[in-house]
């Protein structure tokens, strides 16, 4: 209720959403029970609205960006849910009509660059994200505020080329990216550099004379509709995943864990059929049904192990950090 304790942390810690504060300092700036402020903090914590840490002798606590609007939300909840423009969540609609049965409403922002969009799900501008699992993991260390499931579909990409040799281009710390490491670490491709962009309409609207470009779906068949040739796809280079699902910390545990269900069920759910959300996806991203048929034959159904997670992780960052930083990476789905 208004001026409860509950209530002073709450207005308290809305001015630090994206902060860490002594833990120490709450208690003495509102004059209160050292051990309540900690119930009240411990509370917050499982759910998902602050994370605490021991540094040296004395507890930090970190406010979660968005932490005002989500501590006093009375009931039904807005999740925004962060994409790359691409061809690849065709299962998006079964997996935003599973959240609204669970009564979480969803609101999609459509980023043109994976980075980007994983970035925004760091900093709390987005509480899920569809992105490059690359970026996500290169992130992880860094901010530790969000989680990943380790599913989705692989596929729909290739490797273009001009017919004249030159630099690869690709979008930065992506699958794109991982692939381009790997064609030129085997040699497959005669590559003058690296030329990164964060756009793809910076290489579909006006392609280079010279060299490959590493694209994605419907991007690639944009690129081929220009004198571009597909030479390198998923199969020739060993690429098993692409984008996956990555969720806030500040949905909690539970949310969290329901989360990573609706969109495993939604998932499986495109694997049986494909076509069944096309238009929905069509309405959402402008990519036209017909391409979006095409793409459909293009992506399949991706479960990836612990095991797998760490080889993309020792790619992205081969030695700093070390592999112990992914620790905790994964959604724990058991509290479903």
């Known amino acids: 209720m208004p001026g409860s304790l509950r209530e002073r942390v709450w207005e308290l810690l809305s001015g630090y959403q994206g902060?860490?504060?002594?833990?120490?300092?709450?208690?003495?700036?509102?004059?209160?029970?050292?051990?309540?402020?900690?119930?009240?903090?411990?509370?917050?914590?499982?759910?998902?609205?602050?994370?605490?840490?021991?540094?040296?002798?004395s507890k930090v606590v970190y406010v979660y960006p968005g932490f005002s609007e989500r501590a006093r939300e009375p009931g039904g909840r807005v999740l925004r849910l962060g994409i790359v423009y691409s061809s690849e969540y065709l299962f998006l609609g079964g997996f935003v009509k599973r959240l609204e049965s669970r009564g979480v409403r969803v609101e999609v922002v459509v980023f043109r660059d994976g980075l980007r969009a994983?970035?925004?799900?760091?900093?709390?501008?987005?509480?899920?994200?569809?992105?490059?699992?690359p970026g996500q993991l290169y992130l992880y260390p860094a901010y530790r505020t969000f989680r990943v499931v380790p599913a989705g579909v692989r596929g729909g990409f290739r490797v273009m080329a001009s017919g004249r040799p030159g630099p690869v281009y690709s979008s930065m710390i992506s699958t794109m990216d991982y692939a381009r490491g790997v064609a030129v670490s085997r040699g497959l491709l005669e590559a003058e550099g690296t030329a990164y962009f964060d756009d793809p309409s910076q290489v579909s609207s006006s392609p280079p004379r010279r060299g490959f470009v590493v694209a994605w779906h419907p991007v690639y068949l944009e690129l081929a509709g220009r004198g571009f040739k597909p030479v390198l796809g998923p199969d020739d280079l060993g690429v098993e995943f692409c984008c996956t699902l990555g969720v806030s910390n500040s949905l909690g545990e539970r949310l969290a864990a329901a989360a990573a269900r609706a969109y495993r069920e939604a998932v499986e759910e495109y694997g049986r059929q494909p076509d069944k959300w096309l238009e929905y996806y069509s309405a959402l991203t402008g990519i036209e049904l017909g391409v979006l048929k095409n793409a459909a034959g293009e992506y399949r159904p991706v479960e990836l192990d612990e095991k797998a997670v760490a080889g993309v992780a020792r790619a992205v960052t081969p030695s700093i950090p070390a592999p112990a930083a992914h620790e905790g990476a994964l959604v724990d789905e058991r509290q479903a």
Do not use: C, N, W, Y
């Open 19 to 57: 902060s860490r504060v002594p833990q120490s300092f709450i208690h003495r700036a509102l004059g209160a029970s050292k051990s309540r402020v900690s119930e009240i903090l411990a509370e917050l914590e499982r759910q998902g609205l602050i994370a605490r840490e021991v540094v040296g002798r």
């Open 118 to 133: 994983t970035r925004a799900l760091a900093e709390g501008a987005v509480d899920m994200a569809l992105s490059p699992l």
